[in-house]
């Protein structure tokens, strides 16, 4: 009885496996990936924020905009191409979403780290916390509109994020082009959160792209 459990959890493992590779929105954004860390490598170091509350030019690292675009194309790997597959290993599946979810973000972190090494902890900060917060959100409401929470986010931040002096708001920490342990401790706390209920979200909101 051990064996046969055994040999059908091998077999629903590879043909989860083979959807997967078989390309499901993992390789185009891998490449979109590498292009968005190709274009941070040529670009300006430093932005401007379109800040509404002060009269003083706030800027960020370039790294703000190419970390944001990295974390939604992260993101949008995240839909299941096998959720008939998964359904039928509970425990499987919450590990499955995991390695998922830390491949892409790991592989989107490491894109934009050898693109602009110097702003490595700026990199981490921006997208555990964009693709933390668009796990969280996807868990309640499914993948399709994993993007709001993290975009919204951003957009606040950005633009109402410093005060009349120019200081950057507690909540407005991505940012913050000088990566400080505290903010980086927010954005992996904050991920943690996000990867724990995208694991172990309920099965109504796993999308299934065949039905």
């Not at 995240?78 to 425990?91: D, F, G, Q």
């Not at 957009?155 to 990566?179: C, D």
Request: with cysteine; hydrophobic share 55%; proline share 6%.
């Amino acid at each position: 009885m051990l064996n046969r459990n055994v040999r059908q959890a091998r077999t629903r493992l590879l043909l989860y496996l083979l959807v997967v590779c078989k390309g499901h929105r993992v390789a185009p954004a891998g490449l979109a990936i590498l292009a968005v860390a190709a274009g941070l490598s040529i670009a300006p170091t430093t932005v401007t924020l379109p800040q509404v509350r002060t009269t003083i030019p706030v800027f960020t690292t370039t790294t703000l905009l190419a970390g944001a675009v990295a974390a939604l194309l992260a993101l949008s790997t995240l839909t299941e191409p096998a959720a008939s597959v998964a359904r039928t290993s509970p425990r499987g599946w919450a590990r499955l979403r995991a390695t998922r979810a830390l491949l892409a973000t790991a592989a989107a972190a490491a894109a934009l780290t050898a693109a602009r090494p110097v702003a490595a902890g700026f990199t981490l900060v921006v997208v555990l916390a964009l693709i933390g917060e668009g796990m969280l959100l996807a868990s309640r409401v499914g993948t399709k509109l994993a993007w709001i929470l993290p975009t919204s986010h951003l957009a606040a931040a950005a633009t109402f994020g410093t005060s009349r002096t120019g200081e950057t708001a507690p909540w407005a920490w991505i940012i913050e082009p000088h990566a400080s342990t505290g903010a980086l401790l927010t954005s992996l706390l904050l991920y943690s959160i996000g990867l724990t209920f995208w694991m172990h979200s309920p099965d109504h909101d796993i999308t299934d792209p065949d039905q």
